[in-house]
């Protein structure tokens, strides 16, 4: 079974300051991985993928995330954090060598606090 | 511009009352998907659909029926037998292509709350 975690309910940062928001998977395979964000009241809206290839995966509003198999994990990041980023963000997973309908597994959610 | 449209945004259920929740999208997706999002708790499937007049039961589908006789609309029905529907519930869809890891699409909500 697939499972992913977001081991921080919240992350706090200083406006100006990098961020990083964690992630960790478990799958059978070699793994899609997602990061979505969700404001208030909206729902998610997709920031980037890691499908293969680079392990640094760079996405929207200057988001990016490092997929580490070895540690199984697929943090992410953003050099700069700005206060428009608060909001909650979720990690997915989803093993595309499980046939049939491929389900994806979302985190629980981290909600990023960034402090002008 | 394409997208997925929830309606209505807020809706109370009586007791015994059974409700609709609307699904529509334009993204020409074959895929369709109903969560329940709980604080603290992620999002858990209800139901999927791959294509017309098919779905099948996600996690927690007790109390809870679909329709996908559309390929654009996927309605989901919460019923008196779902005993703690207050949630806010979210419709996605997507792309089905083997291999290419497709991001879902997703709606911006329904929030029901017991009367």
């Known amino acids: 079974a697939q499972s992913v975690a977001q081991p921080e309910d919240q992350v706090n940062v200083a406006e100006g300051n990098p961020l990083t928001v964690k992630c960790t998977y478990s799958?059978?395979?070699?793994?899609?991985l997602f990061w979505y964000v969700q404001y208030p009241n909206r729902g998610l809206q997709f920031l980037l993928k890691?499908?293969?290839?680079?392990?640094l995966v760079k996405g929207s509003y200057g988001f990016e995330a490092e997929f580490n198999k070895s540690q199984t994990s697929f943090h992410l990041k953003k050099p700069s954090a700005l206060v428009s980023d608060s909001a909650l963000y979720f990690c997915?997973?989803?093993?595309?060598?499980?046939?049939?309908?491929?389900?994806?597994?979302f985190g629980t959610g981290t909600k990023l606090q960034v402090i002008p | 511009d394409g997208g997925i449209t929830q309606s209505p945004k807020y809706l109370f259920r009586k007791e015994g009352q059974n409700v609709t929740l609307s699904c529509e999208q334009n993204?020409?997706?074959?895929?369709m998907y109903w969560y329940r999002q709980d604080p603290g708790q992620g999002l858990r499937l209800i139901y999927y659909?791959?294509?017309?007049?098919?779905?099948q039961k996600g996690d927690i589908a007790e109390g809870y029926s679909v329709s996908r006789e559309k390929k654009e609309s996927f309605p989901l029905t919460v019923t008196s037998a779902q005993k703690n529907p207050t949630a806010f519930y979210l419709c996605?869809?997507?792309?089905?292509?083997?291999?290419?890891?497709?991001?879902?699409?997703f709606g911006d909500g329904t929030r029901l709350s017991i009367l």
């Open positions: 799958v059978s395979g070699n793994p899609y």
């Open positions: 996605a869809s997507s792309l089905i292509q083997q291999g290419a890891g497709q991001p879902q699409h």
């Open positions: 659909s791959q294509i017309v007049n098919d779905f």
């Open positions: 993204l020409n997706h074959d895929a």
């Open positions: 890691y499908i293969t290839g680079d392990n």
């Open positions: 997915a997973v989803r093993d595309p060598f499980s046939g049939g309908y491929q389900k994806v597994t």
